[in-house]
């Protein structure tokens, strides 16, 4: 279906991809692998139309061919999700499915035969959404239902996926792995792009793996291990499991109670009385199946909106209606959950991010005035402590960097600035194996120094390895606090989806 032949592209002096050749079969779902900027989505990219290879060979069912643009790609059925979505947020979702392929009619676009399509599409596949409804109101999860049907939606061939679970729940991960297969015993081809090995291991027939840009090798996945598919990955041994001691819980640093919050999408409150405390000392996970209130109690937290009701106290500060700085100054940090929209100023170079919060400090400023050497120094020191990869180092671009090195950038800011509660949303989203196991131990290591650590996660893995006490949410309450060494993943999941309540959960909490 498709034949790469040593591609080479370069960004300057940085070669992100070199000399890389491999072929995809009809009905073949192909994966790769690598660490965070070893050149996966710029592959992609090349693939799609987005960027242009220096050299190499791209071949088309044989044939030779030329990939200027998007629409070259789409005219090829070449279709791609892509890691970071492409969506016009004052659209809707339709409209965004539709947006370049639509169907008119004597000049008149033709919205309900469109409709019709997505919505066939949306069942079929069992991608629900709604289509009137606006990307900016959307969970981030629903906005990656709308990247798959855009492509799903041209009839594409070929499917590239780069990075698509990375903020999908457990449940529409097995969906959307589901959906792959279905797409592939159908004879799509799909390239997907993941970090996570189990995914890997789970749907894909062969997988490359590339290193900084190089070709490390390629794998029959039937013939390979988990461990196997680490080692080439990062170069070394993986110590999956998280190691840590018992837990030491202090001094309460933050208290949340009775905490209401309104939703933006419906009429109902999307946090609803909430009551908890997290201590020092400790890691307190909410759990839950994403859109059940977890997004909207942390912004309610951090400050990025407001609550109706209840309050919030840190350290012993009533911060329920402080500015975010205020609450910053006061001694939280904040690994938030879209490190696009509030963890990261796109444009600003990596060593402007990361003194955002610090560069009124003395050790930065003097007389108004930035010191340049002091930040440029720093960011520095960060970048080689949690292997921050760009292409120009401090002064890299942030939008030109991978998503994981932007993650890794925005954990580094975070941990770095010794708070007594570290706010941590799906901080290990879009990040390799080696980069997990370090962020893990660094946010372990935070609580053993005596800070608090509230971790909202996804992953069932790491709610279960991390937290020491977890509490789970759905439609709006905390309907259970569970021991991790005493609950099982089942018991976990039943909570999540409803089907089991302690009604004292919230009290207890």
């Known amino acids: 279906m498709i034949e790469v032949k040593h591609l080479t592209k370069r960004y300057g002096s940085h070669t992100a991809v070199s000399d890389l050749s491999f072929t995809v079969e009809k009905g073949q779902i192909y994966g790769f ?56 947020e004052c659209f809707s979702v339709l409209d965004n499915i539709i947006l370049g392929d639509e169907d008119t ?14 919505m066939a599409l949306s069942e079929k596949y069992g991608l629900r959404v709604d289509p009137d409804a606006l990307i900016e109101d959307i969970s981030v999860g629903m906005q990656q239902r709308t990247e798959i049907l855009k492509m799903l939606y041209r009839d594409n061939e070929i499917l590239i996926f780069d990075e698509p679970t990375a903020v999908l729940t457990p449940q529409e991960i097995q969906e959307l792995l589901q959906i792959m297969r279905n797409l592939a ?10 970090h996570k090995l189990n995914e890997i291991m789970a749907v894909a027939d062969r997988c490359s793996v590339l290193r900084k840009g190089k070709y490390i090798g390629t794998v029959n996945i039937a ?32 208290d949340v109670k009775n905490l209401t919050v309104p939703s933006k999408v419906h009429k109902n409150n999307a946090v609803k009385n909430v009551s908890f405390q997290v201590h020092a000392g400790e890691i307190v996970c909410i759990a839950g199946i994403d859109g059940n209130g977890q997004s909207e109690l942390v912004y309610a937290i951090s400050g990025l909106e407001p609550a109706s009701g209840g309050t919030i106290t840190m350290c012993g500060v009533d911060i329920t209606h402080a500015p975010i700085r205020r609450r910053s100054i006061l001694g939280m940090s904040h690994i938030p959950e879209d490190r696009h929209k ?12 990361l003194v955002l919060q610090r560069y009124k400090e003395p050790r930065f400023e003097k007389a108004g005035f930035i010191k340049r050497d002091a930040v440029r120094s720093y960011a520095q020191q960060l970048i080689e402590k949690f292997d921050v990869r760009s292409g120009q180092g401090p002064i890299t671009v942030v939008r030109s960097m991978s ?20 706010v941590a949303v799906q901080p290990t989203r879009g990040l390799d ?18 800070k608090a650590v509230l971790l909202v ?53």
């Open 223 to 254: 013939d390979t291990t988990k461990a196997e598919l680490s080692r080439m990955m990062v170069g070394r041994d993986v110590e999956f499991a998280v190691t840590k001691g018992e837990a030491h819980p202090a001094e309460v640093v933050l």
């Open 105 to 118: 009619k004597h000049g008149i676009l033709q919205r309900a035969r469109a409709r019709e399509k997505v």
């Open 403 to 422: 998503g994981g090195n932007q993650q890794k950038a925005i954990i580094a800011r975070e941990l770095d600035r010794d708070k007594p509660l570290i």
């Open 33 to 88: 692998l690598g660490p965070n900027g070893a050149g996966k989505s710029t592959l992609m990219s090349v693939l799609f139309g987005l960027y242009q290879a220096e050299e190499g060979v791209i071949k088309k069912d044989g044939v030779e061919v030329k990939i200027n643009n998007p629409n070259d790609a789409n005219a090829l059925g070449i279709g791609m999700v892509h890691q970071h979505f492409k969506l016009v």
């Open 433 to 450: 194996v080696g980069a997990i196991e370090y962020i893990h131990s660094q946010l372990v290591a935070e609580r053993d120094r005596g």
């Open 457 to 509: 996660s996804l992953e069932l893995d790491e709610v279960m390895s991390l937290s020491d006490r977890i509490l789970v949410m759905y439609e709006g309450e905390i309907v259970g606090q569970l021991d991790p060494k005493k609950t099982t993943v089942s018991e976990l999941g039943l909570y999540m989806s409803g089907a089991k309540r302690d009604n004292k959960g919230g009290d207890e909490a």
């Open 185 to 194: 015993a159908e004879g799509k081809s799909i390239l997907f792009i993941s």
């Open 342 to 353: 509030h963890g990261l100023v796109l444009d600003f170079t990596l060593e402007q991010n």
